[in-house]
């Protein structure tokens, strides 16, 4: 079993920045890695994903060139870094972890096994 605990949430104002981490209970270096979030009233939004050495990312439009993904296997732990953020990055975040035997990001929710238990991000106008 994989236990994901995210960290890093927070209250800020527009314009801020947030790091969030994710720490696994086990080695990520065989996992694929993910965040996505769930605003209120919303379904859950892919954020980003990176492939299992870190060699490649993805991100969807509404994020990219504001967010970065990054992971360090030694550590066990996978970063989202958040700059420029706006009211609509309002969300629960989550990490999730998908087993990977190649080394490519999975974008979909469906695709990942294991799941943090979320932390808040809140945006303020």
């Known amino acids: 079993q994989v236990h994901l605990v995210e960290a890093g949430g927070g209250l800020v104002q527009a314009g801020s920045s947030l790091r969030l981490s994710c720490t696994a209970s086990?080695?990520?270096?065989?996992?694929?890695m993910g965040w996505f979030r769930q605003a209120p009233g919303k379904e859950r939004e892919f954020v980003a994903a990176?492939?299992?050495?870190?060699?490649?990312?993805f991100y969807p439009d509404s994020v990219k060139g504001r967010f970065t993904i990054s992971r360090v296997n030694a550590k066990n732990t996978v970063y989202l870094q958040m700059n420029s953020l706006k009211p609509e990055d309002t969300a629960v975040y989550y990490c999730?972890?998908?087993?990977?035997?190649?080394?490519?990001?999975?974008?979909?929710?469906?695709?990942?096994?294991?799941w943090g238990q979320g932390t808040q991000v809140t945006v303020s106008s």
């Open positions: 086990v080695r990520t270096s065989s996992y694929a």
């Open positions: 990176i492939s299992r050495s870190g060699g490649n990312t």
């Open positions: 999730a972890a998908h087993p990977a035997s190649v080394d490519l990001p999975r974008l979909g929710s469906y695709e990942y096994d294991y």
